[in-house]
C-alpha cells in the first residue's frame, strides 16, 4: 500500500509569498496524484489532478508539479482566501483512495 | 451545474444503524463510478467505499467492511451508505464524492457538503 507524507504540516505565511507545499509517495504513482483544498467547515474542493491539471474553476495562482513519487503544489501569490487545510491523494490501482495527512495553512 | 445532497446523518447510540444518501443532480449520474468518503472531527480525510456505475464492482475500507453496504439507484440519481454496528470511531462527517474521468481517471472531482454522523451513548 503507497503511502502519502505531506510537509511541513503547517506553514504560516503573509499574503503575496509564494508557497510550496510538499506531497511525498512511498512508491510511484506515476501522475496519478490529486490535490484538495479544505477551507474550515466546507467541503474538499479539488484543485489539481494528474499531478498538474488544473480542476475547472481555480484559479491560475495554483499550480502543481511532480511525478513518480515527488509532488508539489504551488501557489504563486498567496492570498486570505487560500487559508485551507491542503489534501494529496493518490489514485494507484484504487480503490482503496489514499489520502496525505494534510499541510495547514495559515495567512498572517 | 454538478450537485451532490447528502442527508441522514445524526446522533445514534453504539450498536446502532443508520443510512444516508446522497443526491446527485446536473449530471448523468449513471456515467459515474461514486464514493463516500469520511472525516473525524479534528482529523484528515478516509475513503469508505467506491461502487461502480452499474454496482457490479463494489470495494470497502477495512474499517467499515461487514458493517457498511453501499448501493445506488441510477434511476433515482441516488447513492446510499447503510451503516450497522456503528461505533464511537465512526463519529464523523461523510461526504459522497464523484470520480472524475477527465486526462485520468480516479480524482475526486466533485463532492457533496457532507452529512455528520455523531455515535455516542
Known amino acids: 500500500e503507497r503511502v502519502l507524507t505531506q510537509s511541513p504540516a503547517t506553514l504560516s505565511v503573509s499574503p503575496g509569498e509564494r508557497v510550496t507545499l510538499s506531497c511525498r509517495a512511498s512508491q510511484s504513482v506515476s501522475s496519478n496524484l490529486a490535490w484538495y483544498q479544505q477551507k474550515p467547515g466546507q467541503a474538499p474542493r479539488l484543485l489539481i489532478y494528474?499531478?498538474?491539471t488544473r480542476a475547472t474553476g481555480v484559479p491560475a495562482r495554483f499550480s502543481g508539479s511532480g511525478s513518480g513519487a515527488e509532488f508539489t503544489l504551488t501557489i504563486g501569490s498567496v492570498q486570505s482566501e487560500d487559508c485551507a487545510v491542503y489534501y494529496c491523494q493518490h489514485y494507484v490501482n484504487w480503490p482503496p483512495y489514499s489520502f496525505g495527512p494534510g499541510t495547514k495553512l495559515e495567512i498572517k | 451545474e454538478v450537485q451532490l445532497v447528502e442527508s441522514g446523518g445524526g446522533l445514534v447510540r453504539p450498536g446502532g444503524s443508520l443510512r444516508l444518501s446522497c443526491t446527485a443532480s446536473?449530471?448523468?449520474?449513471?456515467?459515474?463510478?461514486m464514493n463516500w468518503v469520511r472525516q473525524a472531527p479534528g482529523k484528515g480525510l478516509e475513503w469508505v467505499s467506491s461502487?461502480?456505475?452499474?454496482?457490479?464492482?463494489?470495494f470497502y475500507a477495512d474499517s467499515v467492511k461487514g458493517r457498511f453496504t453501499i448501493s445506488r439507484d441510477n434511476a433515482k440519481n441516488s447513492l446510499f451508505l447503510e451503516m450497522n454496528s456503528l461505533g464511537v470511531e465512526d463519529t464523523a462527517v461523510y461526504y459522497c464524492?464523484?470520480?472524475?474521468?477527465?486526462?485520468?481517471?480516479?480524482?475526486?472531482?466533485?463532492w457533496g457538503q457532507g452529512t455528520l454522523v455523531s455515535v455516542s451513548s
Open positions: 464524492a464523484r470520480v472524475g474521468v477527465v486526462v485520468t481517471v480516479g480524482q475526486l472531482d466533485y
Open positions: 494528474a499531478a498538474s
Open positions: 446536473g449530471f448523468t449520474f449513471s456515467d459515474f463510478t
Open positions: 461502487i461502480s456505475r452499474s454496482s457490479d464492482h463494489i
